[in-house]
C-alpha cells in the first residue's frame, strides 16, 4: 500500500483548487470583496445606500423599483446558476455561463456605468477561460484516446 504524501494543511484544504490563477478566483475574490464592503458600509456606518453601486440611486427611478430590479437579476442568476449545475455542468463552468447573463441583465437593466462595464469584462474573462479549457481537456481527451487505439 503507497504511503500517502502529506502536503500541509493548505494542500489537503486547497488541493482542488487549480494551480493557477483564474478568472473565477477573480470572481470570487471581487465578489467577497464587493460584499463586505457592502456589509460593513451598512451596518458598521451611516452609509444606507444600497443601491449606489448600480448608480442608479437619486436619478429617475424609485428606490422600489430599483430594488425589483436587483432582486430580478440577483434571483435569475442564482436560478441558473443552480440549474446549470443540477445540469451537469461544473461548477466554474456555471459560474462563468450565469455571471455572464447577469451582467447581460445588469446592461438591460441599469444604465451603463463602471460597475455595469467592469461585471461584464469579468463576465467574457470567465467565459472565454471556461471555452479555452474545455477546449485543452477535449483536445487531451482525443490525444488519449488515440495512444490507446495505438
Known amino acids: ?26 470572481f470570487i475574490i471581487c465578489y467577497f470583496v464587493i460584499h463586505l464592503n457592502f456589509q460593513f458600509n ?8 444600497i443601491f449606489g453601486k448600480y448608480e442608479v440611486a437619486g436619478e429617475q427611478f424609485e428606490e422600489a423599483e430599483i430594488a425589483k430590479d436587483v432582486y430580478f437579476t440577483k434571483a ?10 443540477v445540469m451537469g455542468m461544473s461548477f466554474r463552468s456555471a ?9 447581460l441583465q445588469l446592461l438591460v437593466l441599469f444604465p451603463i456605468r463602471t460597475y455595469t462595464i467592469l461585471n461584464l469584462l469579468l ?4 467565459v472565454t477561460e471556461d471555452i479555452i ?11 488519449a484516446e488515440e495512444q490507446l487505439s495505438l
Open 1 to 26: 500500500m503507497k504511503a500517502e504524501k502529506s502536503h500541509g494543511v493548505s494542500e489537503r484544504m486547497f488541493g482542488a483548487l487549480p494551480r493557477r490563477f483564474t478568472m473565477t478566483a477573480l
Open 42 to 49: 451598512f451596518w458598521l456606518t451611516e452609509d444606507r445606500d
Open 76 to 85: 435569475t442568476w442564482m436560478i441558473a446558476l443552480v440549474l446549470m449545475m
Open 95 to 103: 459560474i462563468a455561463y450565469s455571471f455572464m447573463l447577469y451582467s
Open 123 to 126: 463576465a467574457v474573462g470567465c
Open 133 to 143: 479549457d474545455r477546449s485543452k481537456a477535449a483536445k487531451a481527451k482525443r490525444l
